[in-house]
């Protein structure tokens, strides 16, 4: 992820009605919700919630699938999770020393020579959410 796509994410998540769309669709898991759905759980009339869906998915965190003659939102991980580990790639770089606080899976960098050896922090991350999705 870079710098521009992380701006989009988080401009999109930066109000109160689409951040409690986001963090519903992340609830529901792969299986999302319909948009009729949606409405009723989080009471918002249907044209204002086209708007943030737009919104949500032209920021490419959510994704729309077609099944018969619905639509189902849901979160797209795979775009939250880079934009965790974007925000989190540089944990504690410059002391050294991961703190507790930080990003469970937090490496920081070595230099140059032994970098080579090593998995980066964002190679590493994506090995650990590999594993948990399997």
């Given amino acids: 992820m870079d710098a521009s796509t992380t701006i989009r994410a988080l401009a999109a998540l930066a ?6 769309l986001f963090r519903l669709l992340v609830e529901q898991g792969r299986t999302g919700l319909t948009p009729g759905r ?3 759980v989080l009471g918002v009339p249907p044209a204002t919630l086209s708007f943030h869906l737009k919104e949500l998915a032209n920021a490419g965190l959510i994704r729309a699938r077609q099944e018969s003659r619905f639509i189902f939102y849901s ?3 795979e ?3 880079g934009l965790v580990a974007y925000l989190t790639e540089n944990c504690c ?3 050294g020393v ?5 990003a469970p899976d937090c490496m920081p ?3 140059a020579r032994r970098a080579a050896t090593r998995p980066t922090t964002r190679a590493t991350r994506a ?4 594993r948990r999705a399997a």
């Fill in 127 to 130: 090995i650990h959410v590999k």
């Fill in 93 to 95: 770089r410059a002391g």
């Fill in 75 to 77: 979160a797209d991980f």
């Fill in 98 to 102: 991961c703190e507790p606080a930080c």
């Fill in 15 to 20: 109000q109160e009605t689409r951040l409690g």
């Fill in 38 to 40: 949606i409405a009723d």
């Fill in 79 to 81: 775009a939250m999770n």
């Fill in 109 to 111: 960098k070595q230099s």
